[in-house]
């Protein structure tokens, strides 16, 4: 099979091959594509250096770690500063739409592109048909075959410069991390506060529930800043061939079809004849949908103790308002406090918030024998960090400048930033910045370390004809029928852009696991393969809609062995990104183990589409991997270690126990062997959470944010 790419949003010339035979695959992207220009679909932030002034607290990234903390903090009366590298796109039609997060993941106003290395070892790198290489003209190569003279860059990994960090992108999933993960932060610390039941109170003072029904209603909180549902089941019911897709899923996860569930498959039988390829008639839906809500209407926040042990078939609750279905994020929230006036017109709380503002490092007061973090030196301008598609890779372009904090610095800058800031500042393995000429403020060898990441790979089935839901869709290209629907519907006729694609989710524990689920596999109609620059404009396109993907994700990595480190004094370049995945990385048995729950979750996500009775007739052939490459163990295992990706880097800065070397931070989210200085993101957990990360960090906000007050009162 063979794309080419259309549409206004694309550049001319990106093309996309994909056979079954790996290396025919191959796609040319260039670093900065053209995109359409619009208006934004509401106000925000104009940039803005950092005013001239000493600030109480100054929080460094506004992303989900830092965006709430800052929000309370001014909350609670004090003056805080929040700086972020990027800018204020909270309102690009990428953003705001569910269903374009994969399209905001590659938007140039925002999209960080890092390039990482999966392996040390350059052989088995160069095996995994992502890889991106630089071309001699300057466009971007992914593939086996690269043209002479190209440099490579490694594996691409998408991030957001810009206000709301990756909540401007990522794909709205809003789920819980198990009760473990916070109890093994209690164990590893002695600090019984992160104890599981006191976490799901910041849960519930996060979250504004705006599900009509949500199942266990007790669980919920309904007044918090974060807007969650579920996308309308009539929707998905509205779609043969998802509906086949839904049973499929029900049958390899071994469901029983009775009640509702029967009848459901009744009535689409009866139905097939009259209405083959077209969407049922809303009316007639009231069957379907009872059908799909008793398999599907499982509340992932349920206080259930079994909650993370059961395996579960769910619609994943997603960020986003009912009936609203726009994307919900602590953007808003920041937004919302920094613009807040009284009724003087005066600015009601002191939160200023500066964009397009690098951090280069964190200043210190070394008079005492503790040095003190005071405040942070930055570089102005759009575009620094050489992350960011638009910035010179030659010229070292900012105006530099600095900024005091009268209590602390808060580091929020994200998972690969904020350790990157840390060495900057001399705080970090004293060797690595000797080598940069850092001077030296506290030798700290775990900041950079204990990089954990997931592993993921998708099985992707060809339908012998498009699904019907997507029909009128164009991707925002010229006459999207669907965006039309999505600004004027209401409610559940918005249409299909209420969904952020990844609706559907299984909750499995294979073989390998250690009491909680530790696969999950969600599945969206469309082809996708993994990150490489380009994949945004061509794994669902106005033309390509008869494809469907269950990604496969695995859980709690036993993988702790990657790093981040300095690749120049300069705080524009950015870090040398390692994973060092599996064998590389961890012992024989540790990778063993991960291996094998992946090959279950890709066996179940095979089985899933066998089952797949298309109740249109319609056929669905899987063809990524080739159907002799999952039926092999050995393979593959080739397969899996070749292609693994992941997008959910977190634990470079650990919280850990007292002596322990390698912890940076201590319980409070405190830089161990400095004052006045914490790191509150991805970075700060010492294990990488469940299954999905925003939440967890949402909710580690909100506790540094009590944690701080409280030591402030103390
Ligand atoms: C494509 C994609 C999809 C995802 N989907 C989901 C999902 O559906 N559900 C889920 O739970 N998780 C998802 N994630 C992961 C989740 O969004 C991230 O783990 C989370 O956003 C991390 O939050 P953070 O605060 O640690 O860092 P970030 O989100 O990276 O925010 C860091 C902020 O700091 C700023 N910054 C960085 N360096 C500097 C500097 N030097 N000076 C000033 N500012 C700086 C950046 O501009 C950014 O705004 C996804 C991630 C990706 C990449
Ligand atoms: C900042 O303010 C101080 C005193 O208020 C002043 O001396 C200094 O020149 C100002 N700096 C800039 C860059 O405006
Ligand atoms: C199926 O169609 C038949 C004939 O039109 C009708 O009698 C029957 O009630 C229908 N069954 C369902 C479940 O709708
Ligand atoms: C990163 O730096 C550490 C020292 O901090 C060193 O041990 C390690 O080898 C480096 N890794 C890479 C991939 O450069
Ligand atoms: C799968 O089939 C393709 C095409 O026939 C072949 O090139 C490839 O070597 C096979 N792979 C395995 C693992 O058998």
Not at 11 to 18: D, S
Not at 117 to 134: A, F
Not at 399 to 406: F, Y
């Amino acid at each position: 099979m063979k794309f080419t790419v259309h549409g206004a949003l694309l550049c001319a010339g990106a093309t996309f091959v994909a056979a079954a035979n790996k290396d025919d695959i191959h796609f040319t992207y260039p670093r900065y594509p053209a995109q359409a220009r619009y208006v934004a679909l509401g106000p925000q932030l104009e940039p803005a250096p950092p005013a001239n002034k000493t600030y109480e607290y100054i929080v460094v990234g506004a992303g989900p770690g830092g965006s709430p903390l800052a929000a309370r903090l001014a909350m609670a009366g004090h003056s805080v500063l929040l700086i972020d590298a990027g800018g204020d796109h909270g309102n690009l039609r990428e953003v705001k739409i569910p269903a374009m997060s994969i399209w905001s993941s590659e938007r140039s106003e925002l999209t960080w592109a890092y390039y990482t290395h999966h392996y040390e070892d350059e052989k088995m790198t160069k095996k995994d048909r992502k890889l991106t290489y630089r071309t001699k003209d300057g466009s971007l190569y992914s593939g086996l075959s690269p043209p002479e003279g190209a440099e490579m860059l490694g594996n691409y990994y998408p991030r957001v410069g810009g206000v709301g960090g990756c909540s401007q992108h990522n794909a709205l999933i809003s789920i819980l991390p198990t009760n473990g993960d916070w109890n093994r932060i209690k164990e590893l610390t002695g600090d019984d506060s992160w104890d599981a039941e006191k976490m799901r109170g910041y849960y519930k003072k996060i979250e504004k529930n705006e599900q009509p029904f949500p199942v266990d209603a007790d669980a919920h909180g309904y007044s918090g800043w974060l807007k969650t549902a579920v996308t309308p089941l009539s929707l998905a019911a509205q779609d043969f061939k998802i509906i086949s897709v839904i049973l499929g899923a029900a049958a390899s996860a071994g469901v029983e079809l009775n009640g509702p569930l029967s009848q459901l498959r009744k009535l689409t039988e009866n139905l097939t004849g009259g209405l083959l390829n077209k969407l049922l008639p809303i009316n007639y839906l009231t069957g379907m949908v009872d059908g799909l809500a008793s398999l599907l209407l499982h509340d992932m926040s349920t206080n259930d103790p079994n909650r993370d042990s059961t395996p579960a078939l769910v619609q994943m609750p997603l960020s986003m308002g009912a009936p609203s279905y726009e994307r919900s994020s602590p953007r808003d929230l920041v937004y919302k406090v920094a613009t807040a006036k009284n009724p003087d017109g005066s600015k009601k709380y002191m939160l200023d918030i500066a964009t397009n503002t690098l951090v280069t490092k964190v200043n210190f007061d070394t008079t005492d024998e503790r040095p003190k973090a005071t405040g942070v030196d930055y570089l102005y301008g759009e575009s620094l960090y050489r992350a960011d598609p638009r910035a010179s890779l030659t010229e070292d372009g900012g105006v530099p400048g600095s900024v005091s904090a009268s209590r602390e610095v808060i580091l929020s800058a994200g998972t690969f930033n904020t350790p990157q800031i840390l060495k900057l500042s001399g705080v970090g393995p004293a060797d690595e910045l000797e080598k940069f000429d850092i001077p030296v403020i506290k030798n700290l060898p775990g900041v950079g370390t204990n990089l954990q990441d997931r592993y993921e790979l998708g099985v992707t089935a060809e339908v012998s004809s498009d699904f019907d839901l997507v029909q009128e869709c164009t991707y925002l290209a010229e006459g999207d029928k669907c965006y039309d629907q999505w600004i004027n519907g209401i409610g559940a006729l918005k249409g299909p852009y209420t969904t952020g694609g990844l609706a559907v989710g299984y909750f499995m524990t294979s073989s390998q696991a250690e009491g909680e689920h530790d696969i999950w596999v969600g599945g969206l109609p469309a082809i996708f393969q993994g990150y490489f620059p380009g994949y945004s404009t061509h794994i669902l396109t106005a033309t390509n809609k008869n494809h469907w993907t269950w990604l496969v994700l695995k859980a709690h990595t036993r993988n702790t062995a990657g790093t981040v480190n300095l690749t120049s004094a300069n705080p524009r370049d950015t870090p040398k990104i390692t994973f060092h995945n599996l064998f590389e990385g961890s012992s024989v048995e540790d990778a063993n183990k991960d291996l094998q729950a992946v090959v279950e979750g890709m066996r179940w996500a095979v089985k899933a589409i066998d089952e797949i009775r298309p109740l249109d007739g319609s056929t669905f052939t899987q063809v990524w991997p080739p159907r002799n490459v999952t039926d092999d163990d050995a393979a593959l295992r080739d397969w899996i270690a070749e292609e693994v990706w992941g997008h959910h880097a977190s634990c470079l800065c650990p919280m850990g126990a007292d002596g322990d070397p390698m912890a940076v931070l201590d319980s409070k989210f405190r830089v161990r062997g400095v004052e006045g200085l914490r790191v509150v993101d991805a970075s700060a957990f010492p294990k990488i959470v469940g299954t999905f990360p925003v939440l967890s960090i949402y909710m580690m906000s909100e506790k540094a944010a009590d944690v701080i007050l409280a030591d402030l009162a103390a």
